[in-house]
């Protein structure tokens, strides 16, 4: 394996690159080490909580040794759309991932019973208790202690509060990336480079995804050609906060018997779908919009839960805000996306020597619809197998880009300003239910708004200048994988107008 070289005014080079710090990225990372390479990874955020996976709260999936009925609850949540061979690989490594790295390798406590068993919960369109947690804050205490150990291995370098800016790449080759070190475009050099940047909440007013969740890894895979896939489908979580900060409730609540109630107090999702309130995610957040708008309000009712002794982190988070007694008013909001840069059982993109894992890869495994609590999952087995698989490539440094800092100036607000017009056209056009012709409004205004961003990439080196490029090339990607997708599907749910809605296609 080629040592790592010292960083320089000009370059470094390393074995393996892993771009981001979140279950995804620490397990590419673990993998990459375990196989001899030399890894570093890299992460924009400063603190955990700037990766998705401290945010998740309900827990993460396995088998219960019964990896056949797992499938069946995925390929179900998704309409029909989910890839089975890819269905496959998760639940048949699910539970050998779980006890290697999250019982074995970090030691994670998951909750218990009184008789020291695993304390299994159950959530929406889930057949059976088969989720592992702790409290609702499981990826606060997976990452954590994950991040401590990648930090002390030997083989793996982990750098904070430092970007990507753009793939580096030579006749259809990824050869490493451009980092933000120095505030320039400075080249680091990679045998392979795996990209875990997490999600798109910040083209969403709403979302449960950090602020910096810019779709990065997606826009910079897409520029340098790679193929993304599946990328209209942005799952809506139908009960998040409803308040000028809102934040997850997780479905763990609904699966331990909370229920929905409109404005009028009633329960409503048993009109919706024959599994009422654990209906899968796409169908109960239509229908919370549909209750919040006829009847003004939709809240969930903890009342038939201990809710401080049970959920007690959620509880908090509650009281913080004045919350009082067992309703909590809820609104869907934007949380995960289903699609991104397609990648095969392995991780490997189109693109020799890239690599996707995390929110960012489009495996296959979600389809149109997320099934509740696979993320974690699919990123721990999918990070380990492509960390595994990107050994043995040696760095190869080429030519790269230069990038400067130069006129023209910068308008005072630019960034915030335009991306502020990004989440409202994305929020009107691109939510949880769209209309043909506001597509196509989208794609219009979208492609505006990249080419007025993009005057100033090309002259200045800013990372918030990068990620509003980024941000404004996934819009402009979802919107177009939107307009070519006339079958409404899990969450890519179409109407023509306010009384006629396009059906989802029946399998026969």
């Not at 995925?74 to 999250?102: C, H, K, Q, R």
């Not at 430092?162 to 050099?189: Q, W």
Request: glycine share 8%.
């Amino acid at each position: 394996m080629t040592e790592p070289s010292q960083p320089d005014h000009d370059h470094e080079t390393v074995d393996v690159l892993v771009v981001g710090s979140g279950i995804a990225g620490c397990a590419a990372a673990l993998g990459a080490a375990r196989e001899g390479a030399d890894v570093l990874l890299l992460t924009k955020a400063e603190r955990p909580d700037g990766a998705s996976t401290d945010w998740a709260q309900g827990g993460i999936s396995t088998t219960r040794g019964d990896p056949e009925s797992l499938k069946e609850d995925i390929i179900a949540a998704s309409d029909g759309t989910a890839d089975p061979d890819a269905v496959d690989v998760l639940v048949e490594n699910a539970d050998d991932a779980v006890e290697d790295v999250l019982l074995e390798t970090l030691d994670i406590e998951f909750d218990e019973t009184d008789d020291g068993k695993f304390d299994y919960t159950r959530e929406a369109a889930h057949s059976d208790y088969r989720i592992l947690h702790v409290d609702a804050a499981t990826g606060t205490h997976i990452l954590r202690p994950f991040l401590n150990y990648v930090d002390d291995h030997d083989r793996i370098e982990v750098r904070q509060d430092t970007a990507a800016l753009d793939l580096i790449t030579h006749e259809g080759r990824v050869h490493g990336v451009l980092s933000d070190e120095m505030s320039t475009g400075r080249p680091i050099f990679a045998g392979t480079t795996i990209l875990a940047t997490g999600g798109i909440g910040a083209l969403y007013t709403r979302s449960t995804n950090p602020a910096d969740a810019t779709g990065d890894g997606i826009a910079m895979a897409a520029l340098a050609g790679a193929d993304v896939e599946d990328l209209e489908y942005v799952q809506f979580h139908p009960t998040a906060y409803d308040g000028e900060t809102p934040f997850l409730l997780s479905e763990a609540l609904r699966g331990e018997g909370a229920v929905l109630r409109n404005g009028t107090g009633e329960q409503f999702m048993d009109d919706y779908h024959p599994q009422g309130d654990l209906a899968p995610r796409d169908v109960v957040a239509r229908a919370v919009e549909t209750e919040r708008e006829e009847t003004g309000e939709v809240v969930l009712d903890v009342s038939p839960l201990e809710f401080e002794s049970e959920f007690p982190n959620i509880a908090e988070k509650c009281s913080d805000r004045g919350i009082e007694g067992d309703e909590i008013p809820v609104a869907p909001c934007e949380h995960f996306l289903c699609g991104g840069i397609d990648v095969d059982d392995r991780g490997q993109a189109s693109l020799d020597r890239l690599y996707a894992v995390g929110e960012c890869a489009r495996t296959g495994v979600h389809g149109a619809n997320r099934l509740a609590s696979t993320s974690l999952l699919e990123g721990l087995v999918w990070g380990l197998r492509a960390g595994e698989d990107a050994t043995g490539t040696e760095p190869e440094p080429v030519e790269a880009p230069e990038l400067r800092n130069s006129d023209p100036d910068l308008p005072e607000r630019f960034a915030s300003e335009k991306s502020i017009r990004l989440k409202r056209t994305m929020d009107e056009y691109l939510g949880l239910e769209r209309d043909p012709e506001e597509i196509a409004r989208a794609n219009a205004v979208l492609r505006r708004l990249k080419g007025e961003v993009d005057a100033y990439v090309r002259t200045r080196t800013a990372r918030d200048l990068y990620e509003l490029r980024n941000a404004c090339v996934t819009a402009l990607l979802i919107a177009r994988a939107a307009s070519e997708n006339a079958e409404s599907r899990g969450c890519h749910h179409l109407v023509t107008d306010e009384s006629t809605t396009i059906e989802p296609a029946v399998d026969d």
